[in-house]
């Protein structure tokens, strides 16, 4: 019903830059938040950053300062600026829609996961 698609991870030196996106495609009609989270080997999901249509947006101690989160509600995207990348930020970043819903006329919503892409910041 929906789907997230990731774009825009790669492999990175440190101090550079990547641009993740993500785009969230399906029947949709609101969606609350939409946020990136990232999971390294080993270790749990962890929140990255994430912005609700409500204009509130949180980020992670880890990348204050570093990374900014947009989002463009016509196309219901959201994206990722990485600045000043650092070896600790290598993970798996995961896109999420919560409180998604389907029509106008529908009360219930659900949360949604992409699949995920790879960052890898290393000499």
């Known amino acids: 019903q929906v789907r997230l698609v990731e774009s825009g991870g790669g492999l990175v030196q440190p101090g550079g830059s990547l641009r993740l996106s993500c785009a969230a495609s399906?029947?949709?009609?609101?969606?609350?938040?939409m946020g990136w989270y990232r999971q390294a080997p080993g270790k749990e999901r962890e929140l990255v950053a994430d912005t609700s249509n409500r204009g509130g947006t949180n980020y992670a101690d880890s990348v204050m300062g570093r990374f900014t989160i947009s989002r463009e509600y016509a196309k219901n995207m959201v994206y990722l600026q990485m600045n000043s990348l650092k070896p600790e930020d290598t993970a798996v970043y995961f896109c999420?829609?919560?409180?998604?819903?389907?029509?106008?006329?529908?009360?219930?919503?659900?949360?949604?996961w992409g699949q995920g892409t790879q960052v890898t910041v290393s000499s």
């Open positions: 399906g029947r949709i009609f609101s969606v609350n938040t």
């Open positions: 999420k829609a919560e409180g998604v819903r389907g029509s106008v006329l529908s009360f219930e919503s659900s949360d949604y």
